[in-house]
């Protein structure tokens, strides 16, 4: 039932990046209303997966690098939707089909582990803490691929070469605001998932701050963040350099994730919360 | 047979000076469409008149006829001799006509290719001729046709995408900065025609304010004036790149009239809001270096024309899509034209059937005496079935075969085995479409 869901998910996802990709290059306005329902329908599934796994495991479904990956998809995706409905820029999807393409294929090559749910898991804290910090996650990827879009736009417009993307690419004054957006909704989502966690350490496992390596890159990455907000607001960074620093913002936070719970962590670590990251 | 021919001239054949004797006067359309309603030999016709092609298109039995009544036509408008005209004007006859129209329609003819004003031109000159009453079946069907292969180049090709002049191209590159022009500001340096082309561009796309300055204030007024903007004199340029967004210099000042330091000085204080500079002077009024500084752009005259170049290259490139799209067309409304030939010799069969069925019965219901109503009725409803159902067949068959290579051979067949055109004569070729004119000159 859920690999049926998954499956679905996945394949209608693909099927929107594919048709993402055509509309990019074709410029029309069927491929993409095409593309843009079948990743529709693929976040539905995805939606239903997720939540199919919530209710048979007890638990939030992140306790594999699997399951937390497809997480994450579903994460970036609901972002790319809240986002569609306040800019409605279209040439966006065809940027963030891909990442959460590339996730969830990530993850259907990773076997699937068994999972002995600790008592400890069994709190409410643990979705609002993952459901804060993947969201925050989420905002980030798309401050990411707004970045990278700016980055090929801008340098198209001061090198003076209006190549092919120069057409499908919007304005940089939408992207730049776009990557401004994101930015403040995910820092506030970080701080929040942040938040939450050191109270659910407090109450599970008795101190809030525990100098996990997953919680130093993460804070790494919040001050990071702070700092790039901070000079937004205060001074007017804009443009370039707050792409620039918004894609190593995201590297650095994708280092937090991956980094430090496959190799580093310790109780972050998948390994320590019973499920076996394909071996 | 019928045929559609074209006459015109366009600014490929003729000089300026030829068209504007034709083109002058608005009225000329009218009246030529009046007079080609005049001539019998012309069953329908369209008349289109612009500043750069002057057009006659129109359907005939009797093309050779009807061609010199339209150069005389035109010689009467333009009010010169047919040596002078004759060898300005072009004649596109059937398939090259349909064509030259369409391409026509798609501003594939046109002096700037994809230009969108010939399709309004040509819908406004048929709306003209719809209310003369001069188009018919054919062209009524033509121009629809022209109308919609306009509209597939527009949507299906890039033909008309691309900016290609040199205002309307610093105004595209505004657009890829800006996301709307909803409160920016433009800051217009000196004065000259290409400059302010841009600036009432910019205006009409919905920038909120223009400011003008130059060296002597006067001007400026009167600059701003058409802008209903706000004149500031030269000094003030200074203050000004604080509040703008947009900057289009054109003065004709020897060095530069805006610095790399001025810009770096003013964009901390911007908090760096973007700021784009369009600098059509020659010699230069930006220091090229200002281009360096984050969030600052500048294009200067040789950038936007190297631009306007490219994009020019863009438009033919679509062009040879379009003209695909053209080609499809053309051979879609003959398919078309063919099954009109068609339809004369279906209706003159149904008529001779019907002839014989009626002579038949009457022949028949006098032999057999008093019959009641409903015997009557289904002796009507026997007759009427066994004269369709015979004619079922050979009717379809006509119409498949309408666009066929051999279509017709079997049309001349089937008018040979019903003997159509010994009883109906000449009257029948004209089938279905009525025209008074017409049969008042067969009469």
């Known amino acids: 039932m859920a690999l049926l869901l998954y499956a679905f998910a996945l394949i209608l996802i693909l099927l929107a990046t594919a048709a993402f990709i055509v509309y990019l290059v074709r410029q029309q306005k069927s491929t993409y209303h095409w593309a843009y329902r079948l990743l529709l329908t693929g976040f539905a599934f995805l939606t239903l997966f997720v939540g199919y796994e919530y209710y048979a495991l007890g638990v939030a479904p992140v306790l594999t690098l699997k399951s937390s990956l497809s997480f994450f998809a579903w994460t970036i995706l609901l972002v790319y939707l809240l986002f569609h409905l306040k800019f409605r820029l279209m040439v966006l999807g065809s940027f963030v089909a891909p990442v959460a393409a590339c996730l969830l294929i990530l993850s259907s090559t990773l076997p699937t582990a068994e999972v002995t749910v600790k008592p400890i898991f069994r709190s409410l804290w643990l979705p609002v803490h993952i459901g804060t910090a993947f969201v925050g996650n989420g905002f980030f990827a798309v401050t990411f691929v707004a970045g990278i879009m700016y980055l090929i736009q801008e340098s198209q417009i001061k090198k003076k070469r209006l190549g092919s993307l120069y057409a499908r690419l919007p304005s940089l004054e939408t992207l730049d605001s776009i990557n401004h957006f994101a930015l403040i909704c995910g820092f506030t989502f970080m701080t929040a998932g942040m938040i939450t966690g050191s109270i659910y350490a407090q109450y599970a496992l008795g101190s809030y701050w525990r100098w996990d390596p997953k919680e130093v890159c993460s804070l790494l990455a919040w001050v990071f963040y702070a700092v790039l907000l901070h000079e937004r607001l205060a001074v007017g960074w804009r443009g370039r350099r707050a792409a620039l620093l918004s894609l190593f913002g995201f590297l650095v936070l994708v280092l937090a994730f991956a980094g430090a719970n496959l190799w580093l962590s310790d109780y972050h670590s998948f390994k320590n919360m019973g499920g076996r990251p394909g071996g | 047979m019928i045929r559609i021919v074209n006459i015109g001239m366009n600014h490929e054949t003729a000089p300026v000076e030829l068209r504007e004797c034709l083109a002058k006067d608005p009225d000329h359309a009218d009246k030529a469409l009046a007079m080609m309603r005049e001539f019998s030999c012309i069953k329908e016709g369209f008349f289109l008149s612009t500043c750069n092609r002057v057009e006659a298109l129109f359907t005939s039995e009797q093309a050779e006829e009807a061609k010199s009544s339209v150069v005389s036509l035109l010689c009467s408008l333009g009010e010169m001799p047919s040596e ?124 909120s304010a223009v400011t003008v300055a130059n060296r002597t204030f006067q001007k400026a007024v009167e600059v701003a004036r058409e802008f209903k903007g706000i004149p500031v004199s030269f000094e003030e340029i200074g203050a000004q790149l604080l509040e703008a967004d947009i900057v289009i210099s054109s003065t004709a000042a020897p060095g530069y009239v805006i610095t790399h330091g001025q810009v770096k000085g003013s964009m901390k204080k911007r908090r760096n809001r973007p700021l784009f500079f369009i600098d059509i002077a020659v010699p230069r009024d930006v220091e090229p270096a200002v281009n360096d500084l984050e969030n600052v752009y500048v294009y200067d005259i040789d950038d936007l024309k190297g631009i306007v170049q490219v994009n020019i290259g863009q438009r033919q490139e679509e062009a040879v899509k379009a003209e695909r799209i053209v080609e499809e067309e053309v051979i879609r409304f003959e398919r078309w034209l063919k099954t009109l030939e068609v339809v004369p010799t279906i209706v003159s069969l149904k008529e001779k059937a019907e002839a014989i069925r009626r002579a038949e019965l009457k022949k028949s219901l006098s032999s057999l005496g008093e019959l009641s109503a409903p015997q009557l009725e289904s002796l009507e409803t026997l007759t009427l079935s066994i004269t369709e159902k015979i004619l079922n067949d050979p009717i379809l068959f006509l119409k498949q075969k309408a666009d066929r290579p051999l279509g017709r051979t079997y049309l001349d067949t089937a008018r040979r085995l019903f003997c159509l055109d010994r009883e109906n004569g000449d009257e029948v070729e004209h089938g279905s479409e009525q025209d008074d004119r017409e049969s008042e000159e067969k009469h």
Do not use: C, W
Request: cysteine-free; overall charge positive; charged content about 25%.
């Open chain 2, 84 to 207: 002078t005209l004759g060898s300005s004007l072009f004649t596109y006859e059937d398939r090259d006509a349909v064509r030259h129209i369409f391409r026509v329609a798609s501003s594939l003819d046109s002096m700037v290719i994809g230009e969108p004003q010939i399709l309004g031109q040509i819908k406004e000159a048929y709306s003209n001729a719809t209310k003369e009453k001069t188009t018919g079946v054919i062209l009524n069907r033509l121009l629809h046709r022209a109308f919609h292969t306009a509209k597939r180049v527009r949507t299906e090709t890039g033909i008309s995408d691309a900016a290609v002049s040199v205002s309307y191209a610093a105004v595209e590159l505004a657009k890829k900065i800006f996301y709307d022009f909803k409160g920016k500001k433009v800051l217009l340096i000196g004065a000259g025609e290409m400059a302010e082309l841009a600036a009432r561009h910019l205006l009409s796309q919905g920038v």
